[in-house]
């Protein structure tokens, strides 16, 4: 009797195993994209507070020009930030999708083993 529970205890894990591993590759992506986020949005938000500031400083007609000047290197950089973060973001994404069809390879594999 014994052995019959752990025999269905092993089949019990065996049936668990791909959930677990697809549920740590879950979290494992999560965290990256929690952090990738977080810093992303303080980068924007930096950049913001850097262009309020120099708004604020604005007390004369040249520094009104020194401002303006600078804002189309300012919105250039900020193109360039936007189009290296979605890049980034979809290099996640891929990344993951990967991971996901590794594991279901690897599962079904193990599947047709014990099923044969």
Same mark, same amino acid.
């Given at each position: 009797?014994?052995? @019959?529970? #752990?025999?269905?205890? %092993?089949?019990?894990?065996k049936?668990?195993?791909?959930?677990?591993? !697809? =549920?740590? +590759?879950?979290?494992?992506?999560?965290?990256k994209?929690?952090?990738?986020?977080?810093?992303?949005?303080?980068?924007?938000?930096?950049?913001?507070?850097?262009?309020?500031?120099?708004?604020? @400083?604005? #007390?004369?007609?040249? %520094?009104?020009?020194?401002?303006?000047?600078?804002?189309?290197?300012? !919105? =250039?950089? +900020?193109?360039?930030?936007?189009?290296?973060?979605?890049?980034?973001?979809?290099?996640?994404?891929?990344?993951?999708?990967?991971e996901?069809?590794?594991?279901?390879?690897?599962?079904?594999? @193990?599947?047709?083993?014990?099923?044969?």
């Amino acid at each position: 009797m014994n052995d @019959e529970m #752990n025999k269905n205890f %092993a089949n019990v894990e065996k049936m668990l195993d791909p959930m677990v591993k !697809a =549920n740590k +590759l879950v979290v494992a992506n999560m965290e990256k994209l929690v952090n990738f986020n977080m810093a992303t949005m303080q980068s924007y938000v930096d950049m913001s507070l850097e262009q309020m500031k120099a708004a604020s @400083e604005i #007390n004369n007609p040249q %520094a009104l020009q020194a401002f303006w000047s600078k804002q189309a290197e300012t !919105a =250039n950089a +900020l193109r360039q930030k936007m189009m290296d973060d979605a890049k980034a973001l979809a290099d996640m994404g891929n990344g993951m999708k990967e991971e996901f069809s590794k594991l279901a390879e690897e599962n079904t594999k @193990e599947f047709s083993k014990t099923n044969k």
